[in-house]
């Protein structure tokens, strides 16, 4: 049997078990315990046969599904393989994690809940592996659509309705941008699959067109500026699994169609494409980490922060079009590494900070960062896996954040052999935004971290806070070894990630970083640039070790006298501590201009004095709020036809057809 | 022989349109259903005879199914769901009937002029027909418009299905089979559907007057 076919297998797998899921509608313990695990064994399988389909030639399969004469195509290449290592390895954790979590009466009954959890991820899958534009969109509506009835499985709350309304409006705005962006590559040609696509040569105005397209259509999902609008409001809307599996792996998905179209559909790339996607890229994760370093609520937080990550994934790919464009071979497969490194690695920390925050969610009740604190204690296991996928947000060595920040860095320092003088000299300052970026990034995971995990507890029922299920543990733990795995042997990894970039731009770094032994990672050349994440540990482990003697040694062991007055602290209490909006307000200051903000602070001689500071986004006002307002002008006009009476719908049928019988005559 | 059973295609053509005319005059739902009755019996009665005149068996057939679905069921249909509403009486309707029937008159001179190239084109023994069935259908239509109540609106509609298949002998010797077939099982489906609505409105408004439907709009 084909790869392909076992792969369908498990694809299959997945729709029966929620089908089981429906036939067992209201019995939790049978859908936690039973379909959950099942579907994460089935994750395993996935993740296996996509590994092992990486070093495999590419096939192609017809399913007879569909409508008549059009069956889907399907075809498994490096691209998709990757693809679906992500998704399985990423779903393997949340499955695990999502068997402990769901319980009773979460809105939505647990079969159904069941059902379109692995809709969702047969959905991604068959996406990444869709070889005709028909087959694409299908999958990727039914994508959108099982995402959209879990986002919204607490419909009880209006604003969780609102939520996934907002979601699914501008996840069809991308799905449009995305068909016609398919019918600009068929060329007139009336054939739908991929394999045409390929073969055809736009003219390049059209290739532009596509590709603006479907920059526009996949930006949309991905939640680039500025229709990132709904990642903020679908992110905490979600329970916490659907959150981690769309920030973790749906927004990869995105990802998949843009290097599917821009390096495989659409032949010769030009390089303007490269500077477009850099500066949206950057716009998009300097926004992203900015607002990110703002939030007071843990799952936003993680959202605009997702947001952030999305930036890089485009500056990568950017940089990759636009290397590519020159004829650079090398260096684009080297920012394309750093892009597909970025993916895989976010996909693992982002979904485990977001089930993190699932744990603490169910355990204290809270999602705000003002009412937490001191949950280290409480539930060691989530906060120091946490800790993990915390570092390797923020791109810390020898975690996986660092690998793929630092490799996006290099290519940006290779930047200076472009032929045009004029990116030449803006390369400096885009690489100094990558670096502030990254600066941000780990500013806003000390936040997450310090205000939810160290200090006291902000609220006395916080000391009623009990330790995550064993499952959650375990899930929790798949993904943080996941982080640490890739952050340790970047080698293998990127020696994957070669197969991906030979197919994509014909070269890869592979060969280069192998030469070097597997421990040692040096993206050119060892004169460059080198890392050893090895060394990194033992190095930081030493360290540590050191320190912790030293003080234990030298500032313990003193004599050590309480002061009488003790410097005017006599009792520290959980309201001295540094709040979120307090570490977060320099932030707020500096980038003043970026945010629309109300404050409400208290008079001197307030008996009560209540602080309050709301924070929006501009883009509500200045685009969205005026398109709404439009739409509802149209629309009053257009209901004006809406009388109401059979009789006047009748006569205008009536009309209408006398009219077209009008024309067809004459 | 043959050209006298020629002539009465269009005999029975000329029925229809009379009996179009007559419904839009008509205010009583029990005469409209006899009249409805009366069209489905010349329609009948006109396929019958083009089959027979052309030789094409299958009209036969599509006859007999207009007698059994338009003559008899559909009939009894509406006369048990007018029992079970007790809408016997007369209706009124939005515009005055005068006015309709000029507007009527207009229509069919439109339908002739319409129809004049097509059944030009067309070889089939009865295309001087087509005006005709073009102007029943437009007739029907008017009916529905002009109509304020439930019932009169169903049969105008069912008028309007006898108008296009009239139209689709007339031009081409009928439609395929399995063509008819699904628009008959449609119609079929359609009144039994329209049955249930006609009930639905009574019960919500206590009247069967549409002009009620308007609450149901959004503001």
């Given amino acids: 049997m084909l790869l392909l076919d076992w792969i369908l297998i498990v694809i299959a797998g997945w729709l029966a078990l929620g089908l089981a899921g429906i036939a067992a509608l209201r019995n939790t313990a049978f859908v936690a315990r039973t379909l959950f695990p099942a579907g994460a064994a089935l994750g395993l399988a996935l993740a296996g046969f996509a590994l092992a389909a990486m070093f495999d030639t590419p096939q192609t399969a017809i399913l007879a599904l569909g409508l008549p004469d059009l069956p889907f195509h399907l075809r498994l290449d490096g691209l998709s393989a990757f693809f679906l290592f992500v998704i399985g390895a990423t779903g393997v954790g949340i499955s695990v994690f999502a068997a402990g979590y769901f319980r009773q009466g979460e809105g939505t009954p647990p079969g159904l809940l069941c059902l379109e959890y692995h809709l969702f991820l047969a959905s991604m899958a068959m996406v990444v592996l869709a070889d005709d534009a028909y087959a694409f969109m299908v999958m990727w509506e039914t994508m959108a659509l099982s995402s959209f009835f879990l986002v919204t499985t607490n419909h009880r709350v209006p604003a969780i309705r609102a939520a996934g309304f907002l979601y699914l409006l501008i996840a069809h705005v991308g799905a449009i941008a995305i068909l016609l962006c398919f019918g600009v590559l068929q060329a007139n040609t009336g054939d739908y699959t991929f394999a045409n696509m390929r073969a055809q040569s736009l003219p390049p105005l059209w290739a532009s067109v596509a590709f603006l397209l479907a920059t526009l259509g996949f930006g949309a999902k991905a939640g680039i500026l500025p229709l990132h609008v709904w990642l903020p409001e679908a992110h905490p809307a979600a329970p916490s699994p659907v959150s981690a599996l769309m920030s973790g792996v749906m927004l990869k998905t995105a990802i998949y169609g843009l290097l599917r179209v821009g390096f495989d559909l659409l032949g010769a790339q030009q390089w303007w494409w490269g500077v477009a996607l850099l500066a949206v890229g950057l716009a998009t994760a300097l926004y992203g980490v900015v607002f990110s370093a703002v939030q007071t609520d843990m799952k936003r937080l993680l959202a605009y922060s997702s947001i952030e990550n999305i930036g890089l994934l485009f500056v990568g790919l950017g940089l990759g079009v636009l290397f590519n464009a020159y004829g650079m071979t090398a260096l684009s497969a080297l920012a394309l590494t750093a892009a597909l490194y970025h993916v895989i690695g976010h996909a693992f920390f982002k979904s485990l900070l977001f089930l993190a925050t699932g744990s603490v969610l169910h355990s204290t009740g809270e999602r705000s960062l003002g009412k937490l604190g001191g949950l280290m204690r409480r539930m060691p296991w989530v906060a120091w896996l946490s800790l993990v996928g915390v570092l390797a947000s923020s791109g810390l060595p020898p975690f996986s954040g660092f690998v793929s920040e630092w490799l996006l860095l290099q290519s940006f320092l290779f930047t200076t052999d472009l032929p045009d003088s004029f990116l030449n000299m803006l390369v400096p300052v885009l690489a100094a935004g990558i670096a502030l970026i990254a600066a941000l990034a780990g500013y806003t995971m000390v936040k997450f971290f310090g205000v939810i995990f160290l200090g006291q507890p902000r609220e006395p029922k916080l000391a009623e806070a009990h330790p995550a299920s064993p499952l959650e543990r375990a899930g929790l733990v798949w993904l943080s070894a996941g982080c640490v795995l890739l952050g340790l042997f970047p080698v293998p990894v990127i020696g994957i990630i070669d197969r991906v970039t030979q197919l994509l731009v014909g070269g890869g770094i592979g060969a280069t970083v192998r030469a070097n032994g597997w421990l040692l990672l040096a993206p050119s050349s060892l004169e460059r640039a080198s890392y050893n994440p090895l060394a990194f540990l033992v190095v930081v482990g030493l360290a540590v070790l050191l320190a912790a003697v030293l003080v234990r040694r030298f500032y313990h062991g003193r004599l050590r006298r309480a002061p009488a007055w003790d410097c005017g602290y006599p009792a520290q209490t959980a309201r001295m501590q540094d709040t979120a909006e307090g570490f977060g307000q320099p932030i707020r200051q500096i980038f003043e201009p970026v945010f629309r903000m109300r404050r409400e602070l208290p008079a001197p001689f307030d008996a009560r004095p209540v602080y309050r500071v709301t924070i929006e986004d501009h883009f509500w006002h200045w685009l969205y709020l005026p398109l709404a307002r439009l739409t509802e002008r149209i629309a009053r006009v257009v209901g004006r036809l809406q009388r109401g009476r059979i009789a006047i719908y009748l006569l205008y049928s009536f009309v209408t057809l006398i009219v077209l019988l009008l024309v067809a005559k004459s | ?219």
């Fill in chain 2, 1 to 219: 022989m043959t050209s006298l059973l020629a002539q009465s295609i269009n005999l029975f053509a000329v029925v229809l349109l009379v009996l179009a005319f007559a419904m839009i005059a008509q205010r009583r739902i029990l005469t409209l259903i006899h009249l409805f009755t009366l069209q489905g019996a010349a329609l009948a009665a006109a396929t019958l005879i083009v089959g027979f005149l052309t030789g094409q068996h299958h009209l036969y057939y599509s006859a007999a199914m207009t007698f059994v679905l338009k003559v008899i069921l559909i009939p009894i249909l509406l006369h048990r769901v007018i029992e079970r509403l007790n809408v016997r009486w007369d209706v009124e309707t939005l515009f005055n009937i005068p006015t309709t029937m000029l507007i009527g008159i207009v229509l069919v001179i439109f339908a002739f002029n319409l129809a004049a190239p097509i059944a030009g084109l067309s070889a089939s023994i009865a295309r001087g027909t087509l005006g005709i069935a073009l102007a029943c259908v437009l007739l029907s239509f008017l009916m529905m418009i002009v109509r304020a109540k439930a019932v009169p609106q169903v049969i105008g509609f069912l008028s309007m299905e006898n108008g296009l298949f009239f139209a689709a002998t007339a031009a081409t010797s009928g439609m395929p089979m399995i063509v008819e077939l699904g628009i008959a099982f449609d119609v079929l489906v359609g009144i039994l559907i329209l049955g249930v609505f006609m009930f639905q409105i009574r019960e919500q408004f206590d009247s069967l007057d549409i002009r009620h439907l308007e609450k149901l709009k959004e503001d």
